[in-house]
């Protein structure tokens, strides 16, 4: 299948022409959500420039196998307790229905989202034994060492085979401890080794039996055994978000290196952050939006609900390579941007066509599903692409004006729209309103029509019957 796809590889800081490494099959991992609480807009961002690239090598004629993992185990506090666990004990509920409680969100909300499902979903506490097995060959190697029943990666002995940290290009001498993925420095030979396998304390609640002690194992060795063992040894892209290229995945590397003495990808992908008043939206700090939030309305930050296909187009409007900060006026401008691009493409359903061919127009649309598809094979430059799409604007009017397409052009531009909108960027434009959003429309108009008629009664009933279902209305006058 010939194409000119460069992605731009992390790892060697450069665009690189994208060739698999087994004839047409592709083995791209993900790390997926740590599932201690819902995903906020910011990890959606990143779901969803992944599910770009999958929906991509797919449309290339690539078998993609698409390994995206659920963490539900080793991803600590800073003091050294497990997120879930934690989490269980303030729900006063098993960290396994934790752990379902916020996959099942995760799903429903990337579902609505129209992100494809991975091939593979693995959990990361199902694959304790890949880990200890991953961890006993590490210490035989001389790369890991036990200390009072845990068990650590040894970086200077490492170094010795490969060096650590060249992902994220960090200087071992700069490398402050990571407080992620232990809980206690005195255990260990050098202040940046780090844990492969935690003794559990004794009220831990998430615990496994090891050779070296019950615990549970550090939150960068689930990566490593889950991407190995559905991928194999050498793959072709490994991504996530770009906060964990530093040290998750220079550790992920580190382990693999010295698992399998090979790099475990080929292509390093990572996404970059979704900011809200410019700063990192994040689980743990209160700068975060829900997408059910954002949904209904139901939100300190926005005035009105927002559907999840014109939030989907809004974050392709950004490259996935670049920050993007969300805001009313942002979202807004994409409302706009999306209508735009409806009514273009009624525009070109409603042109007169002919059952003549006109070879001329033929060959600018060609020309304009060229130019298309390079941004996409430019590092899936969707906000090019966009633009792109915009541009055959020029086109329709042009046909508007002559009145001489034809069927077999129309058609051919009609597909290609379908292709790039509903295949590739997974934006459902004859879509864009759910039935949900068109019956709310109703209901607030015929509010609208009340309150004008000064009928406070039905419109408070209104206003109340909406509000129990989560959707808030903030009258302005
Ligand atoms: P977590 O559940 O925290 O492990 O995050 C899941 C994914 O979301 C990871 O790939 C993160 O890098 C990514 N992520 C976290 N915060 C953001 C953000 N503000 N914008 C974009 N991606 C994010
Ligand atoms: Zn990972």
Known sequence: ???????????????????????????????????????????CRTFISFDI?????????????????????????DNGEDKISKKAKVEQLEPMEIAQKYTNSFRNVIKKFNVLNPSIEPIASGHITEQITIIEDLIKKGLAYTSNGSVYFDISNYNQ????????????????????????????????????????EKNHLMKWKSPWSEGFPGWHLECTAMSNKYLGDE???????????????????????????????????????????????????????????????????????????????????????????????AIQASEKGFEKLVEMIDRINNLKASKNNNDDFFNQIKEWEKNCFNCLN???????????IFNSSKLIHQFEKTGAIGLREKDYFLTVLETLLN?????????????????????LSIRDNAREKKDFDLSDSIRDQLNKLGIKLNDKN
């Open 423 to 443: 295949d590739i960027l997974g934006i459902n434009y004859n879509k864009s309103k759910s039935d949900n959003d068109s019956i709310l429309e109703i209901l």
């Open 161 to 200: 085979i490969d060096t650590y940290g060249k992902l994220s290009g960090r200087n071992l001498d700069k490398i402050k401890s990571n407080s992620r993925s232990l809980s206690s420095q005195d255990d260990k030979k050098n202040e940046f080794d780090f844990a492969l396998w935690k003794k559990a």
């Open 378 to 388: 430019d590092d899936f430059n969707t906000p090019m692409l966009i633009a792109e």
């Open 235 to 329: 793959f072709d892209i490994h991504g996530g978000g770009i906060d964990l290229k530093f040290p998750h995945h220079d550790c992920e590397i580190a382990q693999a290196v010295g698992y399998t003495g090979k790099q475990p990808a080929k292509f390093w992908i990572h996404t970059n952050m979704l900011t809200l008043n410019n700063k990192k939206m994040s689980k743990s700090l209160d700068n975060n939006i829900l997408p059910d939030e954002l949904f209904s309305g139901n939100n300190k930050f926005f005035s009105k609900p927002y559907n999840p296909n014109i939030i989907r187009f809004f974050f392709l409007q950004a490259h996935y390579r670049n920050e993007l900060d969300i805001s009313e006026n």
């Open 1 to 43: 299948m010939p194409h000119n796809l460069h992605i731009y590889n992390s790892l060697t800081s450069s665009k690189e022409k994208f060739k698999p490494l087994r004839n047409n099959t592709v083995g791209m991992y993900v790390c997926g959500p740590t599932v201690y609480s819902n995903v906020h807009l910011g990890n």
């Open 53 to 77: 690239i999958f929906r991509y090598l797919k449309y290339l004629g690539y078998n993609v196998r698409y390994v995206r993992n659920i963490t539900d185990v080793g991803h600590l506090e």
